[in-house]
């Protein structure tokens, strides 16, 4: 069922029967459903009469005028119905009809939405700003380019798992028969690549023998990718990012070579903190589309915070601050309500940061479990929170890179590995890029909240002891192209 042209004329004149049967207790006529049907696709009376052979005048004043007033009162909610505004009436009432079949196969073991059948657990979509951009393009990816994998790369409570959720409900709105399978897969830190195959194999029904090898599941899957349409997500996939192992690295690559490189009819979203290509050794030239998903437009932003019942001149400042990040104008939005009476005014007054439990716990895993961050990442982002505590200014290259030398130490310092390091925290929203133009060096800073993380430090995994002899080793060297 498409939401505007394609759409399924008879699916909406079956919901809309079914409302004027409910409140009128009849079909509608013969002569109504032309004149209906007529007005969808924007006849005006004269043509609706040529084609069903009525009268002009019979379907202007004997069918029309009781029409539109029964339809007001039935399906109006508030809008007077005309043949005008027929057709944007008839398009909100199946949107709301599907919607409500969908909310409900959510909560079914079995659960079908036209021919597609639905597995996981999908996020429930409470309330939702703005990002209108973000889904046309992802529409246009998986629609018009049919990409098999795309990746939503961004910070946490940015909204990557809410923006898939609402890119499902318009996929499955606009084509309910589009895809056989839809699943949802949330990625926690126990998953491994294997399982995962495993589980995707068993949700599909697939027949496998005992103690099969990884590459044998993986073709099994790929297999069932080709003879049948899906759509597959695979959400927070940085769960399995600290990955040191060489050969585990490598089955992580296999599978999205497999998924990327493998003719089929199926496609892959990744939702991911941490960019793919630091999980698996993925080669740039893969057919991945990686997008990276920033904060609200300012918009968005107010209307997020007006329904919080925040409103004021210090809106725009509180956006700018929290970087349109929803989940934490949400959470800052909260404490302003409980703690300030609502008054933004007086939440400013304490010139104070609130970090969100979303974005804490981020910093908190990325800061605690080895391997998501590498201790000289820790070192660029612990120098940017404190030179940037001195001043608000964005620090630039040339005295990033010497300022380091001399905390480090070190005579000799490997550019190179620097500005990987740079480039690392940069993809994952970690620390933030600027340039006053274009010759001139980049200079870095980081967002308040990641800055006040890291100076209050407030489970003290930050400035918690590590290997210098081993940074400096790393570091230290002449340097490579």
């Known amino acids: 069922m498409s939401s505007n042209k394609n759409l399924d004329l008879e ?101 079908l939405i036209g021919t597609t059948r639905l597995y996981g657990d999908f996020p429930k979509i409470v309330s939702f700003y703005g990002r209108q951009n973000e889904i046309s393009i992802l529409k246009r990816e998986v629609n018009i380019f049919k990409k098999r994998c795309i990746a939503l790369i961004g910070i946490a409570g940015i909204g990557k798992s809410i923006l898939v959720s609402k890119l499902i409900e318009e996929i499955l709105l606009e084509n309910s028969n589009n895809y056989e399978y839809l699943i949802w897969k949330k990625i926690n830190r126990s998953s491994t690549i294997d399982n995962l195959i495993t589980e995707l194999i068993e949700t599909f029904n697939i027949e496998q ?100 019942g925040i409103a004021g001149e210090k809106c725009k400042e509180l956006i700018e ?54 201790d000289l990442q820790k070192q660029v982002m612990v120098y940017l929170a404190e030179e940037m505590a001195k001043s608000s200014a964005f620090i630039p290259f040339s005295k990033l890179i010497n300022d380091l030398k001399e905390r480090l130490k070190l005579e000799v310092m490997s550019i190179s590995k620097v500005i990987s390091a740079l480039e690392a925290l940069e993809q994952r929203s970690l620390i933030e890029a600027s340039r006053q133009s274009s010759k001139h060096e980049l200079s870095y800073g980081m967002e308040p909240v990641v800055k006040k993380y890291i100076l209050v430090d407030p489970y003290g995994l930050v400035y918690k002891s590590s290997n210098n002899k081993e940074l400096t080793s790393y570091v230290q060297g002449q340097n490579s192209p």
């Open 321 to 374: 601050t929290y970087r349109g990040n929803p989940s934490e104008l949400e959470a800052v939005s909260d404490r302003i309500n409980r703690i300030f009476g609502g008054s933004i005014e007086k939440f400013f007054d304490y010139r104070t940061t609130v970090i969100g439990p979303r974005v804490e716990a981020m910093l908190n895993l990325q800061f605690g479990q080895n391997g998501l961050l590498t």
């Open 11 to 111: 699916a909406v004149l079956e919901i809309l029967e079914e409302r004027v049967l409910q409140h009128t207790g009849r079909y509608l006529s013969p002569s109504e459903m032309v004149l209906i049907k007529g007005s969808w696709d924007g006849k005006d009376y004269k043509e609706i009469a040529n084609d069903s052979g009525y009268n002009v005048h019979y379907l202007q004043t004997g069918v029309g005028t009781p029409l539109w007033t029964m339809l007001t009162e039935v399906v109006g909610e508030g809008v007077q119905v005309k043949k005008l505004t027929l057709r944007n009436i008839l398009l909100r009432l199946a949107k709301k009809e599907y919607l409500k079949k969908l909310e409900a196969s959510y909560q079914n073991v079995d659960r």
């Open 209 to 308: 023998a005992e103690d099969i090898t990884l590459q044998r599941k993986l073709c099994l899957l790929l297999n069932y990718l080709q003879l049948h349409r899906c759509l597959l997500v695979l959400d927070g996939f940085e769960a399995i990012a600290p990955v040191n192992v060489f050969e585990k690295r490598l089955e992580y690559e296999d599978f999205f070579v497999g998924i990327t490189q493998e003719k089929h009819q199926s496609c892959v979203i990744v939702t991911s903190q941490v960019p793919l290509k630091e999980i698996a050794y993925v080669n740039v030239n893969s057919s991945i589309v990686s997008i990276q998903i920033e904060g609200l437009e300012e918009d968005a932003a107010i209307q997020l915070m007006r329904e919080k």
